[in-house]
């Protein structure tokens, strides 16, 4: 929905993924509310709390373990390039110098494997 008058337009995020230490009750309203579907697991701690409580723990949160792989990949990838001293330390002023950087950073990555 776009908005009204001035500002910047309304955005959500498509489908984010996070690891256990966001799956807080209140994150996860947070995301309920605004209507944003997420791929967070439960901490063992949490579920058994939940159980403990019967019915009124409510119900077990949804988790994709599918996106949720995926979410690894990128991660792992994230942390190879940061293997390169110019992208992990930022030396470049400007964003488009930056980025050329990166790429030829993941080119490089692309061709070692």
């Known amino acids: 929905m776009a908005r009204q008058g001035e500002g910047r337009p309304r955005t959500r995020p498509g489908h984010p993924s996070a690891d256990k230490a966001y799956s807080s009750r ?3 309203s947070y995301l309920r509310r605004r209507h944003i579907k997420h791929t967070i697991p439960e901490p063992k701690d949490q579920r058994t709390n939940r159980r403990r409580r019967g019915s009124r723990g409510g119900r077990p949160a ?3 373990k599918e996106l949720y792989k995926r979410r690894n990949e990128v991660e792992r990838t994230i942390n190879r390039l940061k293997a390169f001293r110019a992208v992990a330390t930022r030396y470049d002023k400007r964003a488009y110098v930056f980025h050329g950087t990166v790429t030829l950073a993941a080119i490089h990555l692309w061709l070692r494997t």
């Open 26 to 28: 209140r994150i996860r």
């Open 62 to 64: 949804g988790f994709d």
